[in-house]
């Protein structure tokens, strides 16, 4: 169309340049054809892409990711040019879309792509230790020494792409296929079912995602494997309240990571089930639509009615088990919610201890004081100018007399220290009755009143 834009894959070009792989692998393809030569299908390894240029009733391709090697550029290129990938294609895998579903219509027949986009979660169970996350990835910013706890920053990514030739042919490409995709279209080459192919493309999409749904199922349940053994040392450690260990059993960067994982879990189905819905709605329009030029015409249109009821069906079931998954991820997120604010308590909880020892200490320290009180009077008042001594040498010993001013200090002294104990205890009684409260809360509600009278009089 004259608004769509084809840089010729500018945007991949740049972006593969970029990166720098040592000791690349050789590129090839694994291809499974149907051709008039060939009608019962066999697979074939290709050095180059020259090979997809040759008509083919059915053509599944599995290539590697794109973008994986800079002297791979070339070859991907090509690829691109002789199913003439839409530039959108290519753009979105350097833009790491977590969804993306597109159905267009050109000159050549119709093609149909998405990419997929999800965490990677490999578990590592050494002996005496309980499973952890495998880092099979570290972080750009990790710059030498130990790890996180629970950190992995792989990703499965895979992208796919079916072309529907005006000749009647369908190809499908598949890059950076998981093994359980590759394995799945095994089986389906070998059960010989792929006659509806002709009828209802989106039948390869059936078989692909559910593939994707046994991959997506693993990484969940990796992550729930993983997650259970350090959700229940939180439990036991709350209950039996060993704090000496807390530094060795506890790790908040391990809950995090755990936690961070589980985001990116949902968010890759979330994704899923946005990419169900438009496959259903494509698979569903493809059969009524003129999209179907150049398929088989003798397939009669209640076979090609049954075989897209067919295609729908089974999507809204791998649909409902996307569901399913995602509700064993969302009761998964509580769970890491729950343990995260119990490890919180568990560490409150033993502030609280600490701040009690130090209550004690600050106790025992006063009670010492009271010890040393008395003396501590006595030789206050002797030590002041209350009493006077006075050497006689008649009796040839010291005359120890008070001054008036002892007897005047304490006629002010010990009524002052009842009257300062009353109030005390009255204030002590007052502050813990009914009444007490109630005033409290009179004298608080008098700011708020009078702004309110304010109010009222000003918009009166």
């Not at 130990?146 to 000749?167: C, E, G, I, K, N």
């Not at 209350?386 to 010291?398: D, G, H, I, T």
């Given at each position: 169309m004259s608004w769509s834009r084809e840089d010729d894959y500018a945007a991949f070009k740049a972006a593969a340049s970029s990166y720098n792989s040592p000791n690349p692998r050789p590129w090839s393809l694994l291809v499974w054809d149907v051709a008039h030569a060939n009608p019962e299908g066999n697979w074939h390894v290709e050095p180059s892409s020259?090979?997809?240029?040759?008509?083919?009733?059915l053509r599944i391709v599995f290539a590697p990711?794109?973008?994986?090697?800079?002297?791979?550029?070339?070859?991907?290129?090509?690829?691109?040019?002789?199913?003439?990938?839409?530039?959108?294609?290519?753009?979105?895998?350097?833009?790491?879309?977590?969804?993306?579903?597109?159905?267009?219509?050109?000159?050549?027949?119709?093609?149909?792509?998405?990419?997929?986009?999800?965490?990677?979660?490999?578990?590592?169970?050494?002996?005496?230790?309980?499973?952890?996350?495998d880092?099979?990835?570290?972080?750009?910013?990790?710059?030498?020494?130990?790890?996180?706890?629970?950190?992995?920053?792989?990703?499965?990514?895979?992208?796919?792409?079916?072309?529907?030739?005006?000749?009647?042919?369908?190809?499908?490409?598949?890059?950076?296929?998981?093994?359980?995709?590759?394995?799945?279209?095994?089986?389906?080459?070998d059960s010989c079912g792929w006659d509806d192919v002709q009828t209802n493309p989106y039948v390869l999409f059936d078989v692909l995602l559910e593939g994707l749904y046994f991959e997506v199922d693993k990484m969940v349940w990796n992550m729930n494997t993983i997650f259970g053994p350090l959700e229940h040392s939180i439990l036991e450690l709350a209950h039996t309240k060993d704090y000496g260990q807390l530094n060795s059993r506890l790790?908040?960067?391990?809950?995090?990571?755990?936690?961070?994982?589980?985001?990116?879990?949902?968010?890759?189905?979330?994704?899923?089930?946005?990419?169900?819905?438009?496959?259903?709605?494509?698979?569903?329009?493809?059969?009524?639509?003129?999209?179907?030029?150049?398929?088989?015409?003798?397939?009669g249109r209640p076979r090609a009615e049954l075989v897209t009821r067919l295609v729908r069906e089974r999507l809204s079931y791998r649909k409902s088990l996307f569901r399913s998954t995602q509700l064993r991820l969302s009761s998964l997120h509580k769970r890491i919610d729950n343990s995260i604010a119990l490890a919180f308590n568990v560490v409150t909880q033993k502030d609280s201890m600490v701040v009690t020892r130090d209550s004690s200490v600050m106790k025992m320290i006063a009670a010492i004081t009271m010890v040393f009180l008395p003396t501590t009077g006595v030789a206050t008042v002797v030590g002041s100018q209350l009493l006077v001594s006075e050497w006689?040498?008649?009796?040839?010993?010291?005359?120890?007399?008070?001054?008036?001013?002892?007897?005047?200090?304490?006629?002010?002294?010990?009524?002052?220290?009842?009257?300062?104990?009353?109030?005390?205890?009255?204030?002590?009684?007052?502050?813990?009755?009914?009444?007490?409260?109630?005033?409290?809360?009179?004298?608080?509600?008098?700011?708020a009143n009078l702004f309110a009278r304010g109010k009222t009089a000003s918009t009166g």
């Amino acid at each position: 169309m004259s608004w769509s834009r084809e840089d010729d894959y500018a945007a991949f070009k740049a972006a593969a340049s970029s990166y720098n792989s040592p000791n690349p692998r050789p590129w090839s393809l694994l291809v499974w054809d149907v051709a008039h030569a060939n009608p019962e299908g066999n697979w074939h390894v290709e050095p180059s892409s020259d090979c997809l240029r040759s008509e083919a009733t059915l053509r599944i391709v599995f290539a590697p990711l794109h973008g994986g090697q800079r002297e791979w550029i070339s070859d991907f290129v090509e690829l691109f040019r002789v199913l003439n990938v839409p530039s959108d294609f290519t753009t979105e895998r350097t833009q790491s879309v977590c969804h993306s579903f597109a159905s267009r219509t050109d000159r050549h027949g119709t093609c149909s792509w998405f990419h997929f986009l999800f965490k990677n979660i490999t578990i590592r169970h050494e002996p005496g230790k309980m499973p952890e996350v495998d880092l099979r990835i570290p972080g750009r910013w990790q710059q030498g020494g130990a790890s996180l706890p629970q950190a992995d920053y792989s990703w499965l990514v895979a992208s796919f792409f079916m072309r529907v030739h005006t000749h009647g042919g369908v190809t499908l490409v598949c890059f950076g296929a998981p093994p359980r995709v590759r394995r799945r279209f095994e089986e389906f080459v070998d059960s010989c079912g792929w006659d509806d192919v002709q009828t209802n493309p989106y039948v390869l999409f059936d078989v692909l995602l559910e593939g994707l749904y046994f991959e997506v199922d693993k990484m969940v349940w990796n992550m729930n494997t993983i997650f259970g053994p350090l959700e229940h040392s939180i439990l036991e450690l709350a209950h039996t309240k060993d704090y000496g260990q807390l530094n060795s059993r506890l790790s908040f960067a391990a809950l995090h990571n755990c936690a961070k994982h589980i985001i990116y879990l949902g968010e890759g189905l979330d994704a899923a089930l946005l990419l169900l819905d438009s496959a259903l709605a494509h698979a569903r329009d493809f059969g009524r639509s003129e999209n179907t030029r150049g398929l088989a015409a003798n397939a009669g249109r209640p076979r090609a009615e049954l075989v897209t009821r067919l295609v729908r069906e089974r999507l809204s079931y791998r649909k409902s088990l996307f569901r399913s998954t995602q509700l064993r991820l969302s009761s998964l997120h509580k769970r890491i919610d729950n343990s995260i604010a119990l490890a919180f308590n568990v560490v409150t909880q033993k502030d609280s201890m600490v701040v009690t020892r130090d209550s004690s200490v600050m106790k025992m320290i006063a009670a010492i004081t009271m010890v040393f009180l008395p003396t501590t009077g006595v030789a206050t008042v002797v030590g002041s100018q209350l009493l006077v001594s006075e050497w006689q040498k008649e009796s040839q010993s010291w005359n120890v007399m008070a001054t008036p001013l002892f007897w005047t200090t304490w006629w002010i002294t010990i009524p002052l220290t009842v009257c300062v104990l009353a109030v005390a205890f009255v204030w002590q009684w007052w502050s813990h009755s009914e009444r007490a409260q109630d005033q409290t809360r009179k004298i608080l509600r008098k700011p708020a009143n009078l702004f309110a009278r304010g109010k009222t009089a000003s918009t009166g």
